[in-house]
């Protein structure tokens, strides 16, 4: 079953691009949406997070923007540079009685070319 | 401040033999996670424990997988036997939660422990 569905599965831009990382979550219980990102033999890195009661959180050149009622939210990275180069996976996570449940999706594998 | 740690980082074994992976949170961390990410998709729960407790172990394949969480700190994920199927990267992830509070924004990832089945 997949909880958090994401798009593209892969996505080239030249540096200075700015590649948008679409994913779209049915389960209204959800509370918090973390984005990840692992570069190649290591481990998922967080990146950035929103609750879904915020519409857009930056930081950096990393902005997620939420659309609550469209249950979809997105990953915009300007200025893209090579060394962001990476998959990237949206999350959910379900707390419920003081316990957490991360799920993610499928990835997308970025590549910036200079 | 060390990460969580995980070994062996690569294993290659032959089906129908066992194997076992080792993961080493963060110190203070209660909340351990085993997760298994196949080739080009996202990691997938197999266990998650608060403190020695497996709290959601839903996921795990139990006829041939087990794990365990020894005093609340190190744990180990074990596949006997191991099945072609299986070759994926394990990852370990730590987190501290407080009951009834939120923190998913703390959870670490290791390395992952890589096992190919031939």
């Known amino acids: 079953q997949q909880q958090v569905k994401q798009s593209p599965q892969s996505l080239i831009v030249q540096k200075g691009g700015i590649p948008i990382i679409n994913c779209a979550y049915e389960n209204t219980a959800f509370d918090y949406f973390p984005w990840y990102q692992q570069f190649p033999g290591k481990g998922p890195a967080l990146l950035i997070a929103i609750r879904p009661d915020v519409s857009e959180k930056k930081e950096g050149r990393f902005t997620i923007s939420f659309n609550k009622s469209a249950k979809q939210f997105s990953l915009h990275i300007m200025d893209s540079q090579p060394g962001d180069s990476a998959t990237y996976f949206c999350?959910?996570?379900?707390?419920?009685?003081?316990?957490?449940?991360?799920?993610f999706g499928k990835g997308t594998k970025l590549t910036v070319n200079p | 401040e060390a990460g969580v740690v995980q070994s062996p980082r690569y294993k290659i074994i032959e089906k129908k033999q066992p194997v076992a992976f080792w993961c080493n949170p963060i110190s203070g961390h209660n909340t351990l996670y085993w997760y298994r990410q196949n080739l080009g998709q996202g990691p997938e729960l197999l266990i998650r424990?608060?403190?020695?407790?497996?709290?959601?172990d839903s996921q795990l394949p139990k006829d041939r997988f087990s794990a365990e969480r020894l005093k609340g700190v190190d744990s180990t994920l074990k596949i006997q036997p191991a099945e072609l199927g299986d070759s994926a990267v394990y990852l370990c992830a730590s987190s501290l939660v407080f009951s009834g509070q939120f923190s998913g924004n703390t959870i670490y990832f290791g390395e992952g422990s890589w096992l190919t089945v031939v």
């Open positions: 999350a959910a996570i379900l707390t419920q009685g003081g316990s957490e449940k991360l799920v």
């Open positions: 424990y608060e403190n020695e407790e497996a709290v959601d």
